[in-house]
């Protein structure tokens, strides 16, 4: 039965002029993932990511360390969503923000706050349009796999949590929780059988800890 690795990107530049650019630290990350999927010997894996430029360097970047002389296949589905956008659409009122906050923790609870609303409002070309379209991905692709080919897509988290979270039948509050809790270049392990896609692993970063703990960020 195939494989598919979800992998999110390694560490986007957060407070840069652009911040889909993979910061160093990232580069690094995406170098450590694709070791690791060289030591799980995934087979003749199809290397699929989405459009914007801190997917498909990560996803250039791990093919490289893994060894595998493959270009990534591009899907627009894999793409995050506007982030930005849903602050501006779902804004969290002034009253709410603790005194000393830190701009990385304001920016992950007034993110948390517009997720959980945008999930909750379920209009047709919300969340349900973008998590299905994900979801739709990974169904294509455990469909199109050969018996004894596996996958590895990169992407990021909020398109990990939608995948994760149907599989899971998650409410917006899972949404929000797998979305928080995905870390750069986690995989994120869904087995194609027979019976439909079943989750094996949320989140799997043994390849940042310990000597490689350093490696370990969230954004």
């Known amino acids: 039965m195939p494989l598919i690795c979800l992998v999110r990107h390694g560490q986007a530049s957060f407070g840069a002029d652009d911040y889909d650019v993979l910061s160093e630290l990232g580069r690094e990350q995406a170098r450590c993932l694709g070791e690791e999927l060289r030591r799980r010997e995934l ?31 591009i899907d627009p589905r894999l793409d995050e969503y506007d982030h930005l956008d849903l602050l501006k659409r779902y804004p969290t009122e002034p009253a709410n923000e603790p005194a000393g906050e830190s701009a990385s923790r304001r920016m992950q609870r007034l993110l948390d706050a517009a997720l959980r609303s945008w999930v909750a409002a379920g209009a047709a070309d919300g969340w349900p349009a973008f998590s299905s379209g994900a979801v739709a991905v990974v169904e294509e692709l455990a469909a199109g796999l050969p018996r004894g080919r596996d996958a590895v897509v990169a992407t990021s988290a909020g398109v990990i949590a939608a995948v994760t979270a149907a599989l899971l039948a998650a409410p917006a509050d899972g949404v929000v929780a797998l979305n928080r ?29 310990g000597t490689r703990r350093h490696l370990l960020s969230y954004r």
């Open 43 to 73: 087979r003749d894996p199809l290397v699929v990511s989405g459009t914007l430029r801190r997917q498909r360097d990560t996803a250039a970047l791990l093919a490289e360390a893994a060894g595998w002389p493959v270009s990534a296949e």
């Open 181 to 209: 809790a995905a870390v750069n270049v986690g995989i994120t392990s869904v087995l194609a059988g027979a019976g439909g896609l079943s989750l094996l692993a949320f989140n799997d970063h043994a390849h940042a800890t």
